[in-house]
Structures are given as structure tokens and as C-alpha cells.
């Protein structure tokens, strides 16, 4: 009987990294608290009672490329409104994303998660993957991948959030 | 019973593969995502040496129909 139980426990030991601990549509969202490129530290809780489009991107990722000017428009016409864009770079090394950024600047706010534990809480299903979270903190709806075809549909469910109260 | 606890011990030996689900992640790619690291770093240079080669060769290929030789097609 105890091998089994052996038996067990080790398997489940064995197995237990199959369980995804991935951010849910509809739940809370994973608080963080990330440096920006000038090192200001940045949490999830400083942007409540926003509306925050929150976009896993890297310099190395092509639609993340062109996601960019997209979302900077995105949050130039909804800025004032209460709505927040933050982009939380992968890349491994800052100074990459500080050239990106010189190169193709952007308004909203830009943080960075070199070692990748947020992006792991979060649960990327590919990139870039834009999380819509609502004022409350809860997120509301997830977008992996870019394409044009996206933006009526992040407008629509932006606007949509900011409605809410 | 010894015998079992062999083949468990055997098992668990075999499943530790199964352990190691490390999957590239999605912002784990910076290297992968390198032009450098495609079989085909150039879509449109491999399609025109494609379109030579089987041109030039004549049945070989096998990516489409070769032509008549000219490789103006």
C-alpha cells in the first residue's frame, strides 16, 4: 500500500507542472511592479480606475512592431478618457529596448521585464498578446497576435470598458 | 513485489522525460526569433532558387509544375 502511495505522490510530483496558473478572462488581474526605461518602478495597482490595455511585446517580434503605432494612436484618442496603455517589454536586455524606443517612440508607458516572471504569471499564449483590463482590475478580454483587423475590435471593447463605471 | 517496485522504478525513469515539458515560451523566442535561426531566412530568394532549380532540373522539384525549360513562368 505504501508503494502505492509512493507511487502516487511521486507521479503527481512528476506531472504537476502540467497545470497552467495562466491569467483568466474574468479574474483579477496579476498584480506587478516593473521598473520603466528612466527606473521608476510602475504597479498594477497605481493604474485602478483605469481602463489599461497591458501589451506583452519584444523588439525581436514583428507584430509587435506594428502593433505599436496602432496602440500610441489607440491611447492618444482615449488617453484623457482614463484610458492607459502599458507596454511590458520581454526582452532580455534594457538597452534594446531603450534604442527601440528611440527609433519608434511611443507615448504611453513602457516597462520592462527582463526576467520574464511576469510574462510567465500572465500565461502568453503567443506574442504579442494584449490584455484589456477594465477599471475595476478585472480583465476583461485577451488578443494574442496582431493584426489591423484587431483595432475595430480593441476600440469597440475599450470604449465599451470605459463606459462602465 | 521487487519486481514491482523495478518497473516502477523503471517507469518513473522513463517518465522523467516527461518532466522536462520545457517548451520555448512565447517571450523566451528572442533567439529563435532571429532571421539567422530560419531554414529559409529569405521567403523570396528561396522561392526564385526553388523556381531555378526545378526549372534547370526538370522533374525534380516536386514544388509545383517545372515548366518548359524557359524559367519564364
Known amino acids: ?165 | 513485489m521487487k519486481l514491482w517496485l523495478l518497473v516502477l522504478m523503471l517507469l518513473s525513469l522513463f517518465f522523467t522525460g516527461c518532466a522536462t515539458l520545457e517548451r520555448v515560451q512565447p517571450w523566451e523566442r528572442e533567439v529563435l526569433a532571429d532571421p539567422i535561426m530560419q531554414l529559409e531566412p529569405d521567403p523570396q530568394e528561396a522561392a526564385l532558387d526553388e523556381h531555378i532549380f526545378s526549372t534547370r532540373e526538370g522533374s525534380a522539384g516536386g514544388y509545383g509544375a517545372a515548366g518548359g525549360g524557359c524559367g519564364c513562368n
Open chain 1, 1 to 165: 500500500m505504501n508503494v502505492i502511495k509512493a507511487a502516487i505522490t511521486f507521479f503527481s510530483i512528476l506531472l504537476s507542472p502540467l497545470l497552467g496558473f495562466s491569467a483568466e478572462i474574468g479574474g483579477k488581474a496579476p498584480s506587478f511592479s516593473l521598473k520603466d526605461i528612466n527606473g521608476n518602478t510602475v504597479t498594477l495597482e497605481s493604474l485602478k480606475g483605469k481602463v489599461v490595455f497591458l501589451d506583452f511585446w519584444a523588439t525581436w517580434c514583428g507584430p509587435c512592431k506594428e502593433e505599436f503605432p496602432e496602440l500610441d494612436a489607440l491611447y492618444k484618442k482615449y488617453g484623457k478618457d482614463g484610458f492607459e496603455v502599458v507596454g511590458i517589454s520581454v526582452d532580455k536586455t534594457e538597452s534594446n529596448v531603450a534604442e527601440f524606443l528611440k527609433k519608434r517612440p511611443v507615448s504611453f508607458t513602457i516597462l520592462t521585464n527582463t526576467k520574464g516572471d511576469v510574462a510567465e504569471t500572465y500565461g502568453l499564449p503567443g506574442m504579442p498578446t494584449g490584455f484589456i483590463i477594465g477599471k475595476d482590475g478585472v480583465i476583461r478580454y485577451r488578443h494574442a497576435g496582431f493584426s489591423k483587423a484587431f483595432l475595430p475590435v480593441y476600440e469597440k471593447e475599450i470604449v465599451e470598458l470605459l463606459k462602465r463605471p
